[in-house]
């Protein structure tokens, strides 16, 4: 457990009470630590992604609970970037459908989707069978398959 958001209060109270509560034996309170500075988060980040995570919350001293995106509550992720042939299109389901859905790619004699990052013009007109993409991803998962793959750009090379 790392916040208590039905608990009203500052960021700290609400940490107070979750550690305070009683609650069920497969449950604990993640250990919250003050960043002091650029350089210890990037550290702290580092030892993170090495135990297999993907990065750090930081969560604003004093802040309220948001049920929404805010400027209180930061993830802190590294990315890395490389490029893939599109393979195949999927079709859009939802808000996108008759649309491109997503833009399956080839990447190191791996086969994953690309969904996210793409505009709605790129849904309407998708690059190209056979072009190139940069694409940004996470990190791998177990089998060697980028994790939260992004769309970047369409590789240009003429």
């Known amino acids: 457990m790392f916040d208590a958001p039905d608990f009203e209060g500052r960021f700290e109270d ?7 509560e009683p609650m069920p034996a ?3 309170v993640i250990e919250h630590i ?4 650029k ?23 004093g802040s ?6 805010s400027d209180t509550l930061w993830k802190v992720k590294r990315f890395h970037d490389d490029e893939a042939i599109i393979i195949a299109h999927t079709a859009g389901k939802g808000k996108y459908k008759g649309m491109l859905g997503a833009l399956v790619c080839s990447w190191r004699g791996k086969q994953f989707n690309v969904g996210s990052g793409l505009s709605d013009a790129d849904r309407l007109e998708p690059p190209p069978i056979g072009s190139q993409i940069t694409f940004r991803y996470t990190e791998t998962t177990k089998a060697k398959i980028p994790k939260c793959a992004s769309f970047v750009a369409v590789r240009d090379y003429e």
């Open 14 to 20: 609400r940490l107070k009470y979750c550690r305070e």
């Open 39 to 61: 350089d210890h988060l990037e550290r702290y980040v580092h030892e993170i992604i090495k135990l297999g995570g993907e990065g750090a919350m930081l969560r604003k001293p």
């Open 26 to 28: 497969h449950c604990s």
């Open 34 to 37: 003050v960043c002091e500075g």
């Open 64 to 69: 309220r609970y948001v049920r929404s995106r």
